[in-house]
């Protein structure tokens, strides 16, 4: 399971001091860009040299707890399923010690051929990453 440790700050609350619901998205987003990167893998260079990307193909969110401003939390991301050309990820908020869970996502994200927006199979190299990790 990889873990990204996150910082709440005022521009992640609502009026109520609590994290707005839309920024756990963009936190799910920073942790699986950051798990990538852990594997070896850019998603600029993915672009750039192989003309691939990833995207969001569907997300269930449970929002369990709020989080609070200045709140340490930790934003995991865990492969539950690889398959030829997507992948299905447990994400979920955590506190910092772990133990309190705030939100927990199933995303599936599809790899994407940049130039015609269809789907196209994982290549080998990032394949047997994900396998491994």
């Known amino acids: 399971m990889f873990r990204l440790p996150i910082r709440i700050y005022y521009e992640d609350t ?38 691939l990307v990833f995207a969001v193909h569907s997300m269930e969110v449970r929002y369990l707890k709020p989080i609070r401003f200045n709140a340490l939390v930790n934003v995991t991301t865990e492969l539950l399923e690889q398959r030829r050309t997507s992948l299905n990820l447990d994400q979920r908020i955590l506190s910092e010690d772990m133990e309190t869970m705030f ?11 940049a130039d015609r927006f269809v789907p196209t199979p994982l290549p080998d190299d990032l394949s047997a990453e994900i396998a491994h990790a």
């Open 103 to 113: 939100c927990l996502a199933t995303v599936r994200v599809v790899c994407v051929d």
């Open 14 to 51: 609502d009026s109520g001091g609590v994290v707005y619901h839309a920024n756990h998205i963009r936190f799910f987003e920073r942790s699986r860009t950051e798990w990538l990167r852990q594997l070896g893998f850019e998603q600029d260079e993915l672009l750039q040299e192989r003309r």
